[in-house]
């Protein structure tokens, strides 16, 4: 009855809020829980399921998976892939036993990086987005019209230069020397000092988001200055300095000789 339900889309959620709705008695109806739901799913391969009760065996499971599929033209779904609490594989050389990373790029998102990278490339991360405190990095490109395109997905307990690093050096394994002319992310060098580990920078301008140099600008200010109304004053001052331009045109603020990107994300 599970499996029927399961096959015809009922959610999970769903299904074990019908059954603790309509039970008369204590028996082993009543005792369905999310990982009896998963085993049912696992056991009728059905779509969507979670391919282990634990996230860890999941992610073994997953990565495995895609490494046995072809991706069109040769190249694999996952870049890299280090589990955490076991020790670095061959192919790794500088990576503690507790670090996590996966990094991974499809033929669409190689295809993309080699048709923009000489643009820019833009990385960044996010924070605090899950119980794991996992950092997404995103490495992204810019195509003709100006849109972002995402060209390779980490994920990892750190976001050190070496922890990045390991990542690009698969993606350079697949996609060969790349150059970009504009290299975008936040104030801190850990994403520049990666890039310039495994690619040549040469000719690469470092640029920051306008958005990361707001912030740094108004928690500076809040850092240095106590009263709220000097805090206004000097930050309107800064703002003034500011220039409204359009996306992805590039422009100095002040006399400090550095360059701002005004950057829709």
Known sequence: ??????????????ILDSVRDNIERIDSRALS???????????????GTKLHETDYGSVSFFVKSMRDQDNNDGTNLILLFKQQSYEQPSDIDDMAKNDFVIGNQTSFQRGMLLQ???????????????AYNFFLIIVLVLHDLGERVFITWIISNGK???????????????????????????DAENFLNAWRAVFTVRKTRKLVCAGHIDKSCRRGIQGHISSRSKQIEVY??????????????????SSNSFLVCQMKI
């Open 160 to 186: 050190d230069a070496a922890t990045i690093r390991q990542v690009l050096i698969k993606k350079k394994e697949k996609c060969g020397g790349i150059h970009t002319s504009i290299f975008m992310s936040d």
């Open 33 to 47: 829980c999310l990982q009896d739901i998963h085993k049912v799913m696992r056991q009728y391969i059905i779509a």
């Open 1 to 14: 009855m599970t499996a029927a339900k399961l096959s015809d889309g009922v959610t999970v959620s769903a």
């Open 116 to 130: 923009f990278c000489p643009k820019a490339i833009c990385m960044d991360s996010t924070h605090n987005t899950n």
């Open 236 to 253: 309107s001052i800064y703002a003034s300095y500011s220039v409204k331009v359009k996306r992805y045109h590039f422009v100095y603020i």
